[in-house]
């Protein structure tokens, strides 16, 4: 890096407006739903959208602008005569399905002296450092929580008003060097069709970073690949009181194939790093037809084939039982690796962890047991690593994020720019 031309926000007086942001978009609901067919999945995550893009438009981003499917794009224009790559920082708007996220009713706790934390609204929900770690590195910062009854929607609105607070900085710093930038935000990442209908040519980037990870200083640049496998279990129905010999029910297959996975292992509550796993997800079935869904974890493509087979081989030990029955075994690609994509481009990654460590953060790779927008982003043609947010215990009543970490997270934003600037000629 060149040390003497760097610039370093630190100098500057940042003039946060990203814990304000946040408060208020975690009030709005923008809950997805993978039953549905529609893009986004929820009209409600257009609610959303449209108050960004107003906000987008106040600063002076005169191109923003929310599409038809619920994508919000935008300009920051260059400000160097350098030739600088574009760059893109990209934050998803939904909440997931897993959870509430209907009226959430954020709380500041300020200055975390390290007790307990009840949630007013449901006094069961107890936030101890006992069972979230982290909350030892947030001594005296300011955390936010929701109330006990719902998700806080930090995943990824922390995200969201993050890259949201950098733009301000921007369209008022221009002081701060840095080439043309594009923001993306998007609906239905929480399940797993963030990228569907991104228009990479309209985006027009050459490299992105999601900022949707968790502890200060945290930088993924490997996701699980991904797959889903649905079976189609299509049994033989009869009359109760005249089936024998003729009924096979498909509920039953579907509980004799589920009864044969591995109680010990490849599961996600049996599993830690870099293993992989089955995991059936939803079950429906009557006495003729039943359906599993399952997703299909690994970190390589050729782990993910193994269990595939794995399961295969018990549906087809299973069905033995069943010789008049039948199973579809439908295997769906849904996203892949991003680290075979990013090794082509190690100055992506390398810029982001000198930006890290110029916002004086200590760095910590990581590689992330799930996926991002930008494992899909990846492959699409936008090399998109994934940075942290400040977001914890994502997809429950006890999410948590604090004012500091969201704070540091915009500085590496800001000092990522930079660096861009700096490297280019």
């Not at 968790?214 to 005249?242: K, N, Q, R, W, Y």
Request: glycine share 8%; hydrophobic share 35%.
């Amino acid at each position: 890096m060149n040390q003497v031309a760097s610039q370093d926000t630190r100098s500057f007086d940042i003039d946060h407006t990203v814990t304000e942001r946040f408060l208020r978009y975690v009030k709005i609901d923008t809950q997805s739903d993978a039953h549905s067919p529609t893009c986004p999945s929820t009209e409600k995550q257009k609610d959303l959208g449209r108050v960004l893009v107003q906000e987008l438009l106040d600063m002076g981003i005169s191109d923003a602008h929310l599409d038809e499917h619920g994508y919000i794009y935008a300009t920051i224009p260059a400000n160097t005569e350098k030739k600088v790559p574009v760059i893109c920082f990209c934050a998803h708007m939904d909440t997931s399905p897993d959870c509430s996220g209907k009226d959430v009713k954020p709380i500041v706790h300020k200055n975390y002296n390290g007790q307990d934390i009840i949630l007013p609204d449901d006094p069961s929900q107890v936030l101890r450092m006992s069972e979230h770690p982290d909350l030892k590195d947030q001594i005296g910062n300011d955390l936010i929580t929701a109330s006990g009854t719902t998700l806080l929607g930090a995943d990824n609105k922390a995200g969201v008003a993050e890259i949201m607070d950098a733009a301000q900085y921007l369209m008022t710093h221009p002081t701060v060097k840095h080439g043309k930038i594009r923001l993306l935000f998007t609906p239905d990442e929480e399940i797993g069709r963030g990228a569907d209908k991104v228009d990479i040519d309209k985006l027009g980037a050459h490299f992105g970073y999601t900022m949707d990870g968790e502890a200060l200083g945290c930088l993924e640049d490997e996701t699980f690949s991904a797959d889903s496998v649905t079976l189609h279990i299509h049994g033989v129905s009869a009359h109760p009181g005249f089936a024998k010999g003729k009924l096979e029910s498909a509920v039953k297959i579907a509980s004799d194939i589920l009864a044969r996975l591995p109680k010990d292992g490849l599961s996600p509550e049996t599993t830690a790093g870099r293993e992989g796993f089955i995991h059936p997800v939803e079950v429906k079935g009557i006495v003729d037809n039943a359906r599993i869904d399952f997703i299909i974890r690994d970190f390589t493509t050729e782990g993910l084939e193994a269990h595939e087979a794995y399961l295969k081989s018990i549906v087809d030990e299973v069905m033995k039982d069943y010789p008049r029955s039948k199973v579809d075994f439908v295997v769906k690609e849904q996203y892949r690796n991003m680290k075979y994509i990013l090794d082509q481009f190690p100055e992506v990654v390398d810029h982001a962890e000198e930006a890290i460590r110029r916002a004086g953060i200590e760095l910590k790779k990581r590689s992330i047991r799930g996926g991002t927008d930008g494992s899909r982003l990846s492959y699409m043609g936008l090399p998109c690593p994934n940075i942290f947010a400040g977001e914890h215990a994502f997809h429950s009543k006890q999410e948590w994020v604090t004012v500091q970490d969201m704070q540091k997270a915009v500085e590496t934003i800001l000092h990522l720019v930079m660096v861009w600037e700096e490297e280019s000629a």
